[in-house]
C-alpha cells in the first residue's frame, strides 16, 4: 500500500485552511464562547520545541471546543521590544525593527507548518505604533488616576544590559537576560503602584479555581500580606531624633534585641552626609542589589551611629543603631530590629560586630538551658527569658500577646502590611515603548497630548553610545507643547508592560480609536484557558493581573479584573548536555554514538564527549533541537504526536529521536489502516453482523478521549489511539457491517482531527465526508457503567488505588499510576525498572 506523503498533504491542507480563513474567530448568536490563549512569544528568529509543545497543546483544545459547537477565540502576536533586539542590532549595525520583522515572519511561517488553528487576522505585535499608542494612552490614563508616578529611588542596575530591572527580573542576583551581577543605583524612575491592589489581588486568586494551586501560593508569597506591629522605638544621642519606627512580624522577640538597623537611605542618613566613614560605606552598600535574594546572598556589613534604641518591653535595655546593607526603604519604615538568635541575616550581622545573642524562643521538648550559636531557631516553640512573655506559644500565643501589651502602654499598634512593591517601569533603553511624558524648564511633568500620540522612537539612530540611545537624539528629544519647550522623556517602559494587556487588544485588534473595543471585551474576556510556562508565574500572570484591575478602577464601563479564568502551566521540553574536553558546549547534531553509551565528535571520532545532565532546552547551553528539521524530516503531525505522547503536558517531557521516529511510523500505521478501511468499505458487500462490536468500542472511544481532552491528559489520549489502532487492526476483517464500520472510523476520523489534523482532514475528504463536523456523542446505551478499583503496588506494598474502567492497557494504568500523590512526592524522577500488571486487578512497579 502507498505511503502517507506528509510532505504533499500537509502543504495541501495548510494553504486550504489559509486560503478559506478556516480559523477565523466569529461570534454566531446562541453560541458559548472559548478564547484560548498560549504564551507570547518573542520573535527571536526561529521557533524551539517549548513553542512546540505550548502551541499544539493549545491548538489541540482550540480545535476541540470548536468542534464542540463554540466560537473559538484562538489568536497570535509577538512580544516585539525588548534588549535582545536591540543588542543584535548594535552587533551587527542593523536596524532593530527590521530585525525584529524579519524574525516575525520567519517564525509565523514556522509555527503555520504545525497546521495551528490561529486566526492571524487578528495577529498584533507589540513593536507596531498601531499597538503601543494604546499603551500610551493607558500609561496617561493611569497617571490622570494616581497610580503611575515618578520619584527617586534605589534600583536594580543591570551593568551589562545598562537597565533597570524589576525585582521579579533579577533571579539569583544576577539579570535575567544578562546574567550579570545586579547592583544598586539611584535613579529617578516611573512607577506602577501596583502595591494599592494588594489586597485586590490576593483576594481575586480565591475566585480563580482552574488556577494551579502552586502558582496561586506563588502569587500569595510574593504579595505577602503579613501580620504584625508597628513600634516606635525611643532614640538616644541626637536632640533631633526622637524616635525610629519599625514593622516586624515578631513582636514577641522583643527580649531577644540587640540592635536597630536602618535603611541608607533612611531620613537618618542627613545627619551623615559629610561623614567620610559613612559615604564610604554607602558606595559598599550599592554592590548590593535590591532583591530578598540579593541580600540574602550578599555579606552583611554595618555602620555604627553614635545613637542607641531603647527597648519598649524593658528600658534599661538600650542597643547600638546601624546603617546596614540589608535593609530596604521601601519595606515597612526602612528600619528592622535586630533579635539575632531568631533569625539567620541578624545572627550573620550580629556575630561579625560581636554584639549579644540572647536566645528567647526554644523548642517544645528543649529546657530553659537552649541556646543558639552559629544557626538561628526560627521555629515554632515557647518563649523564656522574655519575663511577662515566658511560657506563651511561639508564634501563635506571644505575637497577640505582645500586640496586646504594646498597645496598652501605648508603646506599640497592629499592623498588616504587604511584601509586594510597586512596579518600577522605567528601561534606560531604546527599543521599547516610548513613555508619552515630558519635562519643562522646570523639570516639571507636562503629558504628551493624546492627539499627539503615538510618540514614535527616532529611526536609523546611532545605538553604539553609553546608557541609552535616546539621550542623544537631540531634535526628537526637544518637542513644544502648548506653546512651553519641553525635552521628551528617554525611559521607555519594561516590555512586560506590553504583556500586561494584550489579551484585551485581541478582541478587536483592528479598533484604531482606543485599545479595544467595551462590547467585544464583554463577549470575548476573560480567558477561558491561558497555556503558558510556570516562570511566568509573577512576572507575566501578575503584572496581567494588576493592569486589569488598574483599568477597572475608576471606569463604569469595564467590570473585569481577572484576565485568565484557566491556567494551564506546560512543562518544558528536556534534552541531555554535552561537552568537549575543552569544556565547550555541543549541540546534539554535532554528537555520535554507536551504543548510546559512550559518545564522540560527528567531525572527529577520536574525541570523547562529555555527558551531562537532562535539562530543559537551550540556546546557551545548545541542547536544543530544530523544530522545523524535524517538521521536514517526519512531518508535523508525527512532531504534534510525539509532543504529546511522552508524558502529561503539565510535566517536563525529555527528548527522544527513537520517541519521534515511533511517532512517524505510527502516523503511517494510522494510513495503511485508513487505506485497509476504506477498501473494505467501499467493495465488501454490507452483510448484518458484528456492528454492536465495533459500536461499542466507538463509543467508549468517544468518551474516553472527551474526558481526556477536557482533563489535559493529552498523553494518555495517545495511549487511546494506540488502543484504536489494535482494536481497528485485528477486527477490520471481522466487521462485515460496511455501513456501520463507515459511520463509526467517521466518528474515529473526527476524533483524531485535534491531534492529527493533516492527517485525519485527508482521510477524511478521502471517504467523502463533510470536513467540518461536530465532535461525535457517545451514545449511552454503550457506555457500560463497569469501572473497577486497581491496587497499584511500588516494589510489592500497596500505595493507592486508582477507580478506573474494565479492559484498561498496562500502559495506560501505568501512566495512572504516575500521576498519583504518592508516585510524584518519592518516584517522580525514579526510573520504572519492571511492572507486573494483573489484569483488572493490581500493578505492581519495580522502581530501585
Known amino acids: 500500500m502507498e505511503r502517507y506523503n506528509f510532505k504533499v498533504i500537509e502543504k495541501k491542507w495548510q494553504k486550504y485552511w489559509d486560503d478559506n480563513n478556516f480559523f477565523q474567530s466569529k461570534v454566531i448568536k446562541d453560541k458559548k464562547k472559548f478564547y484560548c490563549l498560549e504564551m507570547f512569544p518573542y520573535p527571536s528568529g526561529n521557533i524551539h520545541m517549548g513553542h512546540v509543545r505550548n502551541y499544539t497543546i493549545g491548538d489541540v483544545l482550540a480545535r476541540f471546543k470548536a468542534m464542540q459547537g463554540f466560537n473559538v477565540l484562538h489568536p497570535m502576536g509577538w512580544d516585539s521590544f525588548g534588549m535582545p533586539a536591540e543588542n543584535a542590532a548594535r552587533l551587527n549595525n542593523l536596524d532593530p525593527k527590521s530585525w525584529t520583522e524579519k524574525n516575525i515572519s520567519t517564525m509565523k511561517k514556522q509555527l503555520k507548518r504545525l497546521g495551528l488553528s490561529i486566526d492571524w487576522d487578528r495577529e498584533i505585535s507589540t513593536c507596531s505604533e498601531e499597538y503601543y499608542k494604546h499603551q500610551q494612552k493607558f500609561f496617561l490614563e493611569l497617571y490622570d488616576k494616581g497610580l503611575v508616578y515618578r520619584k527617586e529611588n534605589y534600583v536594580n542596575w543591570d551593568p551589562v544590559d545598562e537597565t533597570v530591572l524589576a525585582n521579579e527580573q533579577v533571579i539569583d542576583g544576577k539579570g535575567w537576560r544578562s546574567g550579570a551581577l545586579v547592583e544598586r543605583k539611584k535613579l529617578n524612575q516611573w512607577f506602577f503602584n501596583i502595591s494599592k491592589f494588594s489586597q485586590n489581588l490576593l483576594d481575586g486568586l480565591d475566585k480563580l479555581p482552574s ?3 502552586k502558582v496561586k501560593t506563588m502569587q500569595k ?18 536632640s533631633e531624633v526622637d524616635e525610629i519606627k519599625c514593622f516586624t512580624t515578631r513582636p514577641d522577640t522583643l527580649y531577644g534585641f540587640s540592635f536597630l538597623a536602618v535603611s541608607i537611605d533612611h531620613p537618618l542618613s542627613k545627619f551623615y552626609e559629610k561623614n567620610n566613614d559613612f559615604l564610604k560605606f554607602k558606595k559598599e552598600s550599592s554592590k548590593t542589589g535590591t532583591t530578598e535574594e540579593a541580600i540574602a546572598q550578599a555579606e552583611k556589613i554595618g555602620f555604627k551611629t553614635e545613637l542607641f534604641a531603647v527597648n519598649p518591653l524593658n528600658e534599661k535595655n538600650k542597643v547600638p543603631v546601624y546603617f546596614a546593607n540589608f535593609v530596604l526603604m521601601d519595606y515597612g519604615f526602612g528600619a528592622v530590629f535586630g533579635c539575632p538568635a531568631h533569625d539567620q541575616r541578624d545572627l550573620d550581622f550580629a556575630l561579625k560586630y560581636n554584639l549579644e545573642v540572647k536566645t528567647v524562643v526554644k523548642p517544645q521538648n528543649e529546657d530553659n538551658n537552649f541556646k543558639v550559636n552559629n544557626e538561628a531557631y526560627t521555629g515554632p516553640g515557647i518563649i523564656f527569658n522574655s519575663n511577662e512573655l515566658d511560657g506563651l506559644n511561639a508564634p501563635e500565643e506571644s505575637v497577640i500577646k505582645t500586640i496586646e501589651i504594646l498597645e496598652n502602654k501605648k508603646k506599640g499598634k497592629k499592623k498588616i502590611n504587604f511584601r509586594l512593591k510597586d512596579w518600577g517601569i522605567s528601561r534606560q533603553r531604546y527599543w521599547g515603548c516610548p513613555i508619552p511624558i515630558a519635562y519643562d524648564e522646570n523639570n516639571s511633568i507636562v503629558k504628551i497630548p493624546t492627539n499627539e500620540l503615538p510618540v514614535k522612537l527616532p529611526e536609523n539612530i546611532n545605538l553604539n553610545t553609553n546608557g541609552n540611545p535616546l539621550e542623544h537624539q537631540e ?13 521628551r522623556e528617554t ?10 494587556w494584550y ?21 470575548w474576556m476573560p480567558v477561558d484557558q491561558y497555556i503558558g510556562g510556570i516562570e511566568h508565574a509573577i512576572l507575566h500572570l501578575l503584572y496581567s493581573r494588576f493592569f486589569m484591575q488598574a483599568i477597572a478602577s475608576e471606569n463604569e464601563n469595564f467590570n473585569h479584573t481577572e484576565p485568565f479564568d484557566g491556567l494551564f502551566t506546560q512543562g518544558m521540553v528536556c534534552h541531555e548536555t ?3 574536553l575543552e569544556n565547550n558546549w555541543l549541540s546534539p547534531d554535532e554528537v555520535i554514538s554507536e551504543d548510546g553509551k559512550k559518545f564522540f565528535k560527528k567531525n572527529n571520532l577520536e574525541e ?7 535539562e530543559s532546552m537551550s540556546k546557551s547551553k545548545r541542547n536544543t533541537i530544530e523544530p522545523t528539521k524535524m517538521i521536514d524530516q517526519f512531518g508535523a503531525d508525527a512532531v504534534r504526536l510525539f509532543i504529546l505522547s511522552d508524558s502529561p503536558p503539565e510535566k517536563d517531557v525529555q527528548w527522544s529521536e527513537q520517541g519521534m521516529i515511533a511517532s512517524y511510523k505510527f502516523v503511517q500505521k494510522l494510513w495503511i489502516l485508513h487505506q485497509r478501511i476504506k477498501e473494505k468499505i467501499t467493495t465488501s458487500k454490507n452483510l448484518d453482523e458484528d456492528s454492536e462490536k465495533n459500536s461499542e468500542f466507538t463509543n467508549q472511544l468517544i468518551e474516553k478521549i472527551t474526558q481526556n481532552l477536557e482533563k489535559f491528559n493529552y498523553n494518555v489520549i495517545v495511549a487511546n489511539l494506540h488502543e484504536m489502532y489494535n482494536f481497528m487492526n485485528k477486527s477490520i476483517d471481522t466487521l462485515h457491517n460496511t455501513n456501520k464500520l463507515r459511520e463509526n472510523y467517521s466518528k474515529i476520523l473526527y476524533l483524531l482531527s485535534p491531534i492529527l489534523p493533516h492527517f485525519s482532514s485527508e482521510c477524511i475528504e478521502d471517504l467523502g465526508l463533510k470536513n467540518q463536523a461536530d465532535w461525535p456523542k457517545a451514545d449511552p446505551k454503550y457506555l457500560k457503567n463497569d469501572n ?3 491496587v497499584i503496588q511500588i516494589n510489592g506494598k500497596k500505595r493507592a488505588t486508582i477507580n478506573t474502567s474494565k479492559n484498561i492497557t498496562e500502559s495506560q494504568i501505568i501512566l495512572m499510576a504516575q500521576k498519583t500523590s504518592y508516585f510524584e512526592k518519592n518516584f517522580k524522577n525514579k526510573k520504572i525498572e519492571k511492572s507486573i500488571y494483573i489484569k483488572d486487578r493490581l500493578l505492581n512497579l519495580i522502581i530501585k
Open 475 to 487: 531634535e526628537w528629544l526637544n518637542i513644544t507643547i502648548s506653546g512651553k519647550k519641553c525635552r
Open 578 to 580: 554535552y561537552k568537549d
Open 211 to 213: 488556577w494551579p494551586n
Open 503 to 523: 489579551f484585551l487588544r485581541f478582541c478587536s485588534s483592528n479598533k484604531s480609536d482606543y485599545a479595544f473595543d467595551i462590547d467585544e471585551v464583554n463577549y
Open 491 to 500: 525611559d521607555t517602559l519594561d516590555t512586560f508592560v506590553d504583556s500586561s
Open 788 to 790: 473497577i478499583e486497581i
Open 221 to 238: 508569597n510574593w504579595i505577602g500580606k503579613s501580620f504584625g506591629c508597628e513600634i516606635p522605638f525611643k532614640i538616644i544621642g541626637n
Open 608 to 614: 570523547k564527549v562529555i555527558v551531562g545532565p537532562i
